[in-house]
């Protein structure tokens, strides 16, 4: 279980809320995150610290009780890749949801270059190779979010980003996962 806390020095409301997480008695691992040092979670969160994710997932903006946090967490699923709608999902993720969000993935997936999240399907020869591509193009189609697909020989390369957002979004991670599942 990830809890990432997205902070901001001399901030009392964050503060009262790590008190809160530490008494729901969870014994999460948070990774502390000070807005400040990073331009991009300064602008997305301004104000509205503390931000609290859990696998990648906003779950308490402001503040937390220690019932909430508890609950909260004992409803939360392993993998909390489950679908949400897509524009929400195409909003840009920092770098320590996306990290949250590989763990949660198939261990072939990469991250390549911080641009873009990869893999590789081998197969016995062409077809099944094809049969594979088609798959995944029926769950593209359904999410409306399409990978860049090289096709060959037996083999299958993907590449999946959220071109609009010129970044890596929540939508890429839910198309990954349902991949994973074929």
Not at 13 to 39: Q, S, Y
Not at 177 to 182: C, P, Q
Request: glycine share 4%; proline share 4%.
């Amino acid at each position: 279980m990830q809890v990432t806390f997205y902070t901001r020095n001399e901030c009392s409301l964050c503060e009262k809320a790590k008190r809160a997480i530490a008494a729901a008695g969870t014994g999460v691992t948070i990774v502390e995150v000070d807005i400040d040092e990073h331009p991009k979670l300064k602008e997305r969160f301004t104000d509205d610290v503390p931000v609290i994710f859990v696998n990648g997932v906003e779950a308490f903006r402001h503040s937390v009780e220690p019932e909430a946090f508890a609950a909260y967490i004992r409803g939360a699923a392993p993998a909390v890749l489950a679908e949400e709608p897509m524009p929400k999902a195409r909003l840009p993720l920092a770098h320590d949801e996306i990290r949250a969000l590989m763990s949660q993935l198939h261990s072939g997936w990469t991250y390549h270059n911080a641009h873009e999240l990869r893999r590789s399907f081998r197969f016995k020869n062409f077809a099944e190779a094809l049969a594979m591509t088609n798959r995944i193009g029926e769950i593209a189609e359904q999410l409306q979010h399409h990978p860049d697909i090289l096709l060959g020989w037996g083999k299958v390369d993907l590449s999946i980003r959220t071109h609009d957002a010129d970044a890596i979004t929540r939508a890429d991670f839910i198309l990954a996962a349902k991949i994973d599942k074929l």
